[in-house]
């Protein structure tokens, strides 16, 4: 075996960016949560070739200063946490303060940024984690954040990349979760230059996913709600009735204390109110919001914090079964209105 050596930093912070950042859709995660922590209302998601060449977030929250712009790419530079204690109490999105780190180590990074009291805003070009130009621009208040050629530097990781459509989908179904999550957030969609999704802040839950799927679809949703008063967990949201059947499940959405989860024990739990429903192999829509004593599940199973695990998952799963079927979705089976999405 070769001797033991130390990996210059910047090859290991590439190793380790490939955690945090495996596809383009975690890199626009990140940088939607930090545009929510900035307490942006605006955000707009310019993306190009699936993310593969460009990311592109504008928000209008509280922008960065000259000197924590300097700081923000830095591995575990945070405004979130101080010490390992913060982490039971916080409520922001971050806090390893490794996102920015791990995104400008594996792609070309432009930044633009400006707080409310700045006359001018900063921007960046950053190669490699650093940054190799430094302007003033003017701007309005908020942060614009460009992620170019993602994995340029890493031609191993960048051939794993799934053909467009999917890393498409995957970005289509992370900015549907965010806008169904936050539906007094003003989202916006392009691709490719050209709109595909304009979110105005909603009333409420029907009203965002008329927006996001469109009248025909929306028309279907029923609301729900339902509560185990002992473990204090409720749920809310809506499910489709027997009218809408899809070929896929990419519409169904799980939030767990506000965080989208991909857990298929619930999507299970779900689908089984459904069974006399719908036709074999053909899926409801469903956003099901979960609201539960943190205490009472763990959402560090995964490292990016996509799945979690419940103390009691058997009330859960029960609780969303009753949901869809006091919801009576329907009794018949009924496969005329399909919707391929
Ligand atoms: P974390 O979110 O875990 O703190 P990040 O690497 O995602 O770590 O971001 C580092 C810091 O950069 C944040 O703590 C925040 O202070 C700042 N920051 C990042 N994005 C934005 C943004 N869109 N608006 C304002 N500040 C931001
Ligand atoms: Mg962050």
Redesign the pocket.
Known sequence: MPRIHQLPPHEAQKIAAGEVVERPANALK?LL???L??GATQISVYIEDAGKQLIRIV?N????SPE?AQL?YKLH????VTSIDDLEKIQT?????????SISAVSKVTLI?KEQEAQQGIKHALEQGNITKETTVPCTTG?D?QVHDLFYNIPARKKFLKKRETEWRHIIQLFQAFCLDYHVIHFKLFSEGKQVHNCPPAQNLTDRLTQLWGHSSAQHMIPVEKQHKQQSVTVTGAVSNHHYVRYDRNHLFFFVNKRWVKNHTLARALLKGYLNVLPPARYPAACIHIEIDPALVDINIHPRKEEVQFLHPRIVETLIQQAVREAKPGREISAQLVDKG
């Open positions: 990140e949560e930090n545009a922590d900035a928000d929250g509280c922008g960065m924590d923000c530079t945070t405004s979130k999105f971050g806090f390893r303060g490794e996102a920015l780190a940024t942060t954040i």
